[in-house]
Every structure is written in structure tokens, then in C-alpha cells.
């Protein structure tokens, strides 16, 4: 980090000091925010173009988000699940209607994504049964269960054994899933679009075909829209894109804004009835200052009109990318603003080190692949300063790594 200032290096030190190291050393410590860009402690401005891994929504410091929890925080932060607040109430009935939900749905309130896989993992439970089918390349979490259905080895291994009975499958091969599947699986769980694997889209009809197959033998079909949710893609849920309705989604990442929270979604009185009184509970999930947060960015994305927004400023960034015609650029994957820059040789990490150093955070999630998912409210002018210092980036990085 010789890029940073004494005082910077020391707070580093300090942190090493004081953590335990499952994330490494970070490398800056951020100050403070606005829009889509943030500041590190020396006063230096990053475009984030992660968007605090697709968690923040609405950027950093926006107003309405502001003022929602800032007034709550002034009411009631926390209240125990013994009772409930208007903000609860109000952001399920919110989050079930983005959700096209049917009636005699209902949503469970936790704190983070893998607390979502969790509670799915239990639902399943109640079925009878004890498969469960995940994707290869499926990042799930890091709970134990959660970590059961994450393909990654690296995740794995250090914590096995694990949950019995999970199967992976080649994703998007229709008949290895239909293989797969049978009178003994509970669940059958997916990304409609795998961020960690590197930002890869299920192919079209694929969720489709999972549908039909777990109907044929009476299993869940749960979609993990923890990253794809609250208008990434471009619609409310990335399913939605294709028409598919599951038994039950998880959310969490975007639907605070940066305030932490998760949520299964359970579709349809059948599924909704499979958990009951004294089966599950959290007590932080669902306190009224999250779902405030919540509330407020349901509110902002459709009063700004962000998930076509999205659209618009993600396929202005396939053309932008297209139109540099680099060698070192095999493409753009992804959908709205949750998108990869697929390069031609695994450099992704010099990459990332080089943009930060001009002032751009992005995420190599693959050594190929630089990962973008930055705030909904981005412009395509700001992500236009990316692009245009693209091509010296991926020369320094080329160059370093020969």
C-alpha cells in the first residue's frame, strides 16, 4: 500500500490488529460517500463501481434513504419479534407486490443473504424430504448450510463434512438438473445469474425447464435473487425477465440500501403454510429501521423510474466496451447493472489493482472477468470515465503480469 498515507497505513495496522483475518488486509479505509463515488481517509475519490458488492442501491448518502432512517432511527430502531411495527408490515406488503406474489404469500425478515438461504434450507425441510440440487459455480453464502450448497472447493473443504444430501449439477444443462432430481429432492436452488462464478447468465429457458421439472416430482424451486434483486437486472427480479414463478426467492443485498437485511419470500399459501409458529425466528430480522430502509428504496427506484435506468446505462456500457475493440476485451455478460467485462487473459486482478489506482473501484470476481454492479443511480457519462481509462488499465496489467 505505498500508495497511501502514513496515518492511512497505521489504520490499516490497526485493523490487522484487531480482526480476525477472514477478509485479508482491505485495501483503503474508506471515509465517506455520495452518489456513486466514495472517499478514502487521504481525501482520494473512487468511482464504486460495486456498489458495496450490489448492496447499495441508491449510492452512497442519497437523500431519501437519508431522511428514512433517519427518522426512524428517532422513533424506535429495534423492537423484539414479540410484537411489530407499521414499517414491518408495510415493507412486506411491499416486497410481496415487486414480487408479483400471489395471495397467501409472505415474506420472512432476516439480516443478510445467507440468512435468506437458511431459512429456504428449513422450508425445504418441511417438504418431507432432504435433497436438495444447487448449480456448480453457485455461490450461496458462507453459513454452514449456505456453504453446503456453495460449489466453490476453497469454500468448502476447510468445513466439511457438511449438510448431506446436496447435489450439483453443470449449470445450464437441462438434463443433467433433470437427472438430478427426484422423488427424494426437497429443493432445487438457483442464481438466475451466477455473480461469484464470474457474472454468467443461466441460458434462456433454462429456469423454465427447472420449473417444469421440479413440478413433475413435487419439489421446491427456490431463486436466489440475493444479487440479481431490487432492479438490477432491470426488473424487480431477475425470473421476472423470463415468466418463471418460483415456490420462494431470497433477498437481501440491494433491498436496504446499505442497511442489512434478507428475506425469503415464499409464493402461494401451500408454501407460505410450510413453516409455522416457533420453527424459525431472528431477532434482529425485520427491525422497523431496516424495513424503513427498505421501504424507502422500493419507493425510490419506482419514483426514478431506476430499473429502466439500468437497462439503459448497462447496455450503453456493452456498446461503449464494444466500441473500444481491445484485444484484451473478449466481451460484456449480465444484464442491467450487474455486468462483467470478460477479458481474453486472467489478469483481472492487475486490472482492479490499476483502476483503483486511478481512481476506479471494480471487482475482479474471475481472474477473466472484472465484476461492475454499481449503484442504480450511475450515469452513463460517470461510466463512461471508466471505460475510456479501460484500455491503459488492461496495457499496465498486460504489461505487469508478461
Known amino acids: ?43 482520494t475519490r473512487y468511482l464504486d463501481l460495486l456498489g458495496g458488492i450490489a448492496v447499495n442501491a441508491l449510492g452512497h448518502g442519497h437523500p431519501e434513504l437519508v431522511a428514512a432512517i433517519s427518522k426512524q432511527a428517532g422513533t424506535a430502531v429495534h423492537v423484539s419479534n414479540f410484537f411489530t411495527t407499521q414499517a414491518q408490515i408495510e415493507a412486506a406488503e411491499a416486497v410481496l407486490r415487486i414480487a408479483q406474489a400471489p395471495e397467501g404469500s409472505g415474506i420472512f425478515f432476516c439480516n443478510s ?17 432432504t435433497g436438495i440440487v444447487a448449480a456448480g459455480g453457485a455461490f450461496h453464502g458462507r453459513t454452514t448450510g449456505a456453504l453446503s450448497l456453495t460449489h466453490k472447493a476453497a469454500y468448502r473443504t476447510p468445513f466439511e463434512p457438511l449438510l448431506p444430501g446436496v447435489t450439483h449439477v453443470t449449470p445450464g444443462d437441462v438434463d443433467a438438473l433433470r437427472a438430478a432430481v427426484g422423488p427424494d429432492t426437497a429443493m432445487v436452488l438457483l442464481e438466475p445469474i451466477q455473480g461469484e462464478a464470474g457474472v454468467v447468465p ?21 431463486l436466489d435473487e440475493i444479487q440479481t434483486g431490487i432492479g438490477r437486472t432491470g426488473a424487480w427480479f431477475a425470473h421476472q425477465l423470463e415468466g418463471v414463478v418460483p415456490d420462494a426467492i431470497t433477498v437481501a443485498k440491494g433491498l436496504g440500501g446499505g442497511v442489512p437485511i434478507g428475506g425469503l419470500v415464499t409464493f402461494g ?3 407460505t403454510g410450510l413453516l409455522t409458529a416457533g420453527q424459525h425466528g431472528s431477532t434482529f430480522g425485520g427491525n422497523p429501521l431496516a424495513c424503513s430502509a427498505a421501504l424507502a428504496v422500493i419507493a425510490t427506484i419506482e419514483s426514478q423510474d431506476l430499473m429502466a435506468h439500468a437497462v439503459a446505462v448497462g447496455e450503453a456500457l456493452v456498446a461503449q466496451v464494444a466500441a473500444l475493440d481491445h484485444p484484451l476485451v473478449a466481451g460484456v455478460r449480465g444484464a442491467g447493472l450487474l455486468r462483467a467485462v470478460v477479458l481474453t487473459r486472467e489478469i483481472a486482478p492487475a486490472v482492479a489493482l490499476a483502476a483503483r489506482a ?43 503480469s508478461a
Not at 490499516?12 to 480482526?19: D, G, K, T, V
Not at 420449473?211 to 416430482?217: A, C, P, Q, Y
Not at 476506479?360 to 443511480?377: H, W
Request: aromatic share 6%; glycine share 8%; proline share 9%.
Open 1 to 43: 500500500m505505498s500508495t497511501v498515507s502514513p496515518a492511512h497505513q497505521q489504520l490499516l495496522e490497526r485493523y490487522r490488529a484487531s480482526h480476525i483475518g477472514v477478509f485479508g488486509l482491505p485495501g483503503l479505509v474508506l471515509s465517506h460517500g455520495e452518489g456513486p463515488y466514495v472517499w478514502d481517509v487521504d481525501g
Open 358 to 400: 486511478r481512481g476506479f473501484i471494480v471487482n475482479p470476481v474471475a481472474p477473466d472477468a472484472l465484476r461492475l454492479a454499481p449503484p442504480l443511480t450511475i450515469t452513463t457519462d460517470q461510466l463512461a470515465t471508466f471505460v475510456e481509462a479501460l484500455p491503459a488499465l488492461l496495457d499496465q496489467a498486460a504489461k505487469e
Open 202 to 222: 443461466t441460458p434462456p429457458g433454462y429456469l423454465a425447464a427447472a420449473r417444469e421439472i421440479t413440478r413433475e416430482v413435487g419439489a421446491l424451486l427456490v
Open 269 to 271: 399459501p401451500e408454501v
Open 113 to 129: 443473504g445467507s440468512e435468506a438461504v437458511e431459512t429456504a434450507i428449513k422450508l425445504s425441510r418441511r417438504t418431507g424430504r
